[in-house]
């Protein structure tokens, strides 16, 4: 049960778009379509912006979009804005039932 | 208001046991398998377990396996996680999650904190 690999860190200026790869394997990205990602903010606790790889749950703003090759998930964050400056982690539901996340990517907006 | 509110965290010395629970409302518990994640201080999340709608299946992460044991009360919209065997590094902020659409946490407790010393 080895964490999904993430950038620690990326940056963009307000308006630019980012993205955020994951990385897994066959047995957990890659064998399903079962990624999702979370935005948390300092203090608090996630918020499911992604499910599924692409879809947003309703109330997400659809600069957020999500995509998928291989074993290998992305985020793509749009129009970047400076409340958008957070920690984003993503999630893959992996082989045996079990779940797995990435080590987290921290955001900042310059 | 759909809500999960954590409780039971605390400091506890190596080799003690604790048990969390998490208590939800504003939704049909029994329809929803839930999970608990963790996050250690300045860390990022680590998935714990997962109990099935019915809480007759679950699961553990390796790091949980054998030590702790996760359950669902459904008469009591509550969720519990027995930890055992505490170690140091399950030091970390305790989330309940609910699972959403079979693979992601769509609703997210605000977290209980534990803290393994002596």
């Known amino acids: 049960q080895s964490a999904l690999t993430q950038p620690a860190s990326v940056s963009g200026s307000r308006g630019q778009s980012i993205i955020i790869s994951c990385t897994g394997s066959?047995?957990?990205?890659?064998?399903?379509?079962?990624v999702s990602w979370y935005q948390q903010h300092p203090g608090k606790a996630p918020k499911l912006i992604i499910y599924?790889?692409?879809s947003r749950p309703s109330g997400v703003s659809n600069r957020f979009s999500g995509s998928k090759s291989g074993n290998t998930a992305s985020l793509t964050i749009s129009g970047l804005q400076a409340e958008d400056e957070a920690d984003y982690y993503c999630?893959?539901?992996?082989?045996?039932?079990?779940?797995?996340f990435g080590g987290g990517t921290k955001l900042t907006v310059l | 208001q759909v809500q999960l509110v954590e409780s039971g965290g605390g400091v506890v010395q190596p080799g003690r046991s604790l048990r969390l629970s998490c208590v939800a409302s504003?939704?049909?518990?029994?329809?929803?398998?839930m999970h608990w994640v963790r996050q250690a201080p300045g860390k990022g999340l680590e998935w714990v377990a997962i109990?099935?709608?019915?809480?007759?299946?679950?699961y553990y992460a390796d790091s949980a396996k054998g030590r702790f044991t996760i359950s669902k009360d459904n008469s009591k919209n509550t969720l519990y996680l027995q930890m055992n065997s505490l170690r140091a590094e399950d030091t970390a902020l305790y989330y309940c999650?609910?699972?959403?659409?079979?693979?992601?946490?769509?609703?997210w407790g605000p977290g209980t904190m534990v803290t393994v010393s002596s």
């Open positions: 999650t609910r699972e959403f659409n079979d693979n992601a946490f769509d609703i």
């Open positions: 504003g939704f049909t518990f029994r329809n929803y398998g």
């Open positions: 109990t099935w709608n019915d809480g007759k299946k679950k």
């Open positions: 066959t047995s957990d990205i890659g064998g399903y379509d079962y």
């Open positions: 599924d790889v692409s």
């Open positions: 999630s893959s539901y992996a082989s045996t039932n079990t779940r797995l």
